[in-house]
């Protein structure tokens, strides 16, 4: 059974494979202060919630966008899962050319990304993920990473908001009754998610300019089903795409 972890900057996701099926799947907030040892604890506790032991772990494939949680981690698979993650990082197998201008810059959650979508739908493609930041990425029709666009993901502007502006409070992004807030709540509500559907398609429309108008929109990312829902541009939501491109590198990898 492969163990696939995906460290971001605001979740921390993980997943269960037995062959290509994605079974106990989490997506936890990222805490930057835990240490080993509560990564180790917590790992086998969610194998316990799978009812699994670490005698079922065959392998480990992890992606991390958070430097100083990377080592964290891996000591902790190596000492509590005892195994020794595959990394996705400079020099492995991927399959997929980057033509971004220096490959070691693009994300390892972009490049897990790429790898499921030209695996799973083909290209051109444009890769939506919302994140902590929300990224656009280009995949051509002959499956190679072209680059992409990346802005500050809804949860921060929100964030941002609520910190920077004296009277506005912090909210649930949720879908609010119209677009013309009639409060302060439902406006930033109105704000924050329709003004991001307006920019997912705005940039959908650019991508397409430049890619051709056969490009599928994939959305991933923990928020893509709330955004998907309010617009049509978006062909396929796929939550666990990281979770995908990792268990498909481990694999080229073994």
Not at 109 to 131: E, N, Q, T
Not at 181 to 206: C, D, K, P, W
Not at 221 to 228: F, Q
């Amino acid at each position: 059974m492969l163990l696939v972890i995906d460290i971001g900057n605001t979740n921390l996701t993980l997943g269960l494979y037995e062959g290509d099926k994605l079974g106990a799947h989490w997506r936890l907030a990222t805490d930057h202060n835990r240490m080993p040892d509560e990564y180790g604890l917590q790992f086998l506790g969610l194998l316990q919630n799978a009812g699994k032991t670490v005698k079922d772990i065959t392998g480990i494939s992890l992606a991390s966008v958070v430097p100083p949680l990377t080592g964290r981690v891996i000591q902790a698979c190596e000492e509590y899962l005892k195994q020794k993650p595959l990394v996705v990082d400079t020099g492995i197998k991927t399959g997929i050319k980057i033509r971004y201008e220096d490959p070691r810059a693009v994300g390892a959650d972009r490049v897990c990304d790429a790898v499921a979508v030209i695996k799973l739908y083909g290209g051109p493609a444009c890769v939506v993920d919302f994140g902590t930041a929300t990224t656009f990425n280009a995949i051509t029709k002959d499956g190679e990473y072209l680059g992409g666009a990346i802005t500050a993901g809804i949860n921060l502007a929100a964030e941002a908001l609520y910190t920077r502006a004296a009277k506005l409070p912090r909210i649930d992004l949720q879908l609010p009754p119209s677009v013309i807030g009639r409060n302060t709540i439902h406006a930033m509500q109105s704000g924050l998610l329709f003004g991001y559907v307006s920019m997912v398609e705005g940039m959908v429309a650019r991508f397409k300019n430049e890619l051709g108008n056969d490009m599928k929109v994939i959305a991933t990312g923990g928020l893509a089903e709330v955004v998907a829902k309010e617009t049509k541009v978006i062909n396929i939501i796929s939550p666990w795409l990281t979770l995908e491109g990792l268990r498909l590198i481990w694999e080229l990898n073994k």
